[in-house]
């Protein structure tokens, strides 16, 4: 097996040198590479490739920590090999590398960093095929030539198919990112196939990378799929030379600085739990945070965005640096719980970046306390925030949010302030006819999504343990769920039926998973009896209540 042509990667400097010296010493080699990750051990961007039997590289990310430079690590030495090549290559040579990624927003994301890295390099094209966009304008950028592609599995799979301009036979790198993503995604199959079209048209010299934030069973089955005989880069904190060979089941690698937190509100509350805390770290708070929230399709991004720009932000902070961005997708806190912990792994690493401190807010309600549980089993404990505590910040920074009380007495309780902004987001929905539809659009899609859930966490996110109503207020709707519209098919005729289960209470500190779920209702306000009024029941909850104490 031949061991010369290393490839070494100088991020201090900023580029990538390839050895070119064929007669190098092992030893010498080995001497040099160790002093290259010493040198790059910080910046935790390192990963080594080393040309085997066929001079073809095969790299598999081993439980890469989420956010530590993995674009990067591949991005690099992608450019660098393309720039290197005699004689220069142009748009006519076609596809040369190509990335696999399961989402639109990572896509864009890969794609910008491409961009970014190819500017001193005008003679390489890098491209994006994703869905969502116009295949027409994809079929003519394909046309022209394109030599670096970053796409998501099923748009690649229809342009194989269905364009002329994708042609596979020159393809020098193969990047699936994210593996663990791809998989729990259902692109397995397709991914299958695209790796099978690269094997039949494709040079036999190919670099192969495979990254994951997570490493299980279905990873090591995509691995061996793509890679022959890999060279595994472990970026957790255990070296990967001593689990190389030994099959993960799971193992989540997270950074050591993040604190993870989770707060416990009934559904009609949510609402104005997440704008009280908004308004406490961005607008009360000494310090200002810096604060992504999760959603869980396109249309609660659009909803919550236009609702909060309009209602809690004051005309100065409008027209001034106060800053309220809508990102569909890809983006520390936690608003819709993620359906597995690969996925709540990949959403927490966009804080505590690179060393620096973060913090998770995962909000869930009563009956699904037990998602917590989930996470221990995969050493992520949660330590509980009261939601009192958060709504409580809104008499605290009464003085701050004059704005928000102008047609109104200021609160003097918890209760009247949650209540008053409940209703300052009810009467904007009434108002304006775009808000009434989005809120509309976005309860329906949220229901469509709650019941996608996989079925590893259906115990805990069962459709029918929704309170619609409950539901439907926590978007500032009024009007029955019946009215809203057909929902979801056989799981659309739904009631609060079963919803009511033996809650837990929560007491500061790492959670104590053995207790009981929260006693907080989806029928009682969510707020300590000490510290709220008691509020008016319908007669159907009155006696769903009597019949649950039974």
């Not at 590289?57 to 439980?63: F, I, M, S, W, Y």
């Not at 089955?221 to 099959?247: F, Q």
């Not at 805990?460 to 343990?465: A, E, L, R």
């Not at 500032?476 to 799981?491: D, H, R």
Request: contains cysteine; aromatic residues 6%; charged residues 25%.
């Amino acid at each position: 097996m031949s061991e010369d042509g290393d490839i070494f990667l100088n991020l201090t400097a900023g580029y990538v040198q390839k050895s070119t010296k064929q007669n190098t010493s092992k030893k010498e080699r080995k001497k040099r590479l160790e002093r290259r990750k010493e040198e790059e051990g910080l910046l935790q961007q390192y990963i080594s490739l080393k040309k085997l039997h066929n001079e073809t590289t095969h790299v598999t990310g081993d439980v890469s920590t989420s956010e530590t430079g993995k674009t990067l690590s591949y991005a690099i030495p992608i450019v660098q090999h393309l720039q290197g090549l005699k004689p220069k290559i142009s748009r006519s040579d076609g596809i040369l590398a190509l990335v696999i990624v399961p989402t639109r927003e990572l896509a864009l994301q890969s794609f910008d960093t491409f961009q970014k890295l190819v500017r001193p390099f005008t003679w390489i094209v890098p491209g994006c095929l994703m869905g969502g966009e116009r295949k027409k304008a994809e079929k003519a950028r394909l046309r022209k030539g394109l030599n670096i592609i970053v796409a998501t599995p099923g748009r690649l799979i229809d342009h194989i198919k269905n364009t002329k301009n994708v042609h596979l036979h020159k393809i020098l790198w193969l990047v699936i990112d994210e593996a663990d993503r791809l998989l729990d995604m259902g692109f397995e199959r397709d991914v299958r196939e695209i790796i099978d079209v690269l094997n039949e048209q494709g040079p036999k010299e190919r670099n192969t990378a495979l990254l994951s934030a997570t490493l299980t069973e279905g990873v090591e089955r995509l691995a061996g799929m793509s890679l022959h005989s890999p060279v595994k880069i472990d970026m957790s904190s255990e070296s990967s030379s001593k689990k190389s060979d030994e099959l993960i089941s799971m193992k989540i690698a997270i950074p050591e600085s993040l604190r993870h937190h989770c707060v416990i509100v009934p559904s009609k509350l949510r609402l104005v739990s997440l704008a009280a805390f908004i308004l406490w770290k961005c607008k009360m708070a000494p310090k200002r945070s810096k604060i992504i929230v999760f959603m869980s399709t396109q249309d609660a991004v659009d909803f919550h965005h236009k609702l909060f720009f309009n209602t809690l932000l004051e005309d100065d902070d409008k027209e001034g640096n106060q800053l309220l961005y809508s990102l569909h997708g890809y983006m520390p806190q936690k608003y819709m719980p993620p359906g597995s912990t690969t996925d709540y792994v990949h959403r927490v690493g966009r804080t505590a970046r690179i060393g620096s401190r973060g913090n998770a807010l995962l909000f869930l309600s009563p009956v699904e306390a037990s998602y917590a549980e989930l996470l221990a089993d995969c050493g992520i404990n949660l330590i509980e925030v009261h939601m009192n505590h958060i709504l409580q910040t809104l008499l605290v920074g009464i003085d701050k949010l004059q704005f928000l009380w102008e047609q109104s007495d200021p609160p003097q309780t918890i209760q009247e302030a949650a209540s008053s902004l409940q209703a300052r987001f009810i009467d904007f929905v009434r108002i304006d006819k775009e808000a009434r539809t989005l809120a509309r659009k976005a309860f329906q899609s949220f229901i469509c999504a709650y019941a996608a859930y996989p079925a590893s966490v259906k115990r805990v996110f069962h459709v029918k343990n929704l309170h619609l109503g409950h539901v439907a207020t926590s978007f500032g709707l009024q009007e029955a769920p019946t009215k809203i519209g057909t929902i979801i098919g056989k799981q659309g005729r739904l009631s609060g039926d079963a919803y009511h289960k033996k809650t837990r209470s929560f007491q500061k500190g790492p959670l104590p998973y053995s207790m009981h779920k929260s006693n907080a209702s989806e029928f009682s306000s969510g707020l300590d009896s000490r510290l709220s009024a008691q509020v008016k029941l319908t007669r159907k909850e009155k006696k769903k209540l009597n019949v649950t104490k039974k």
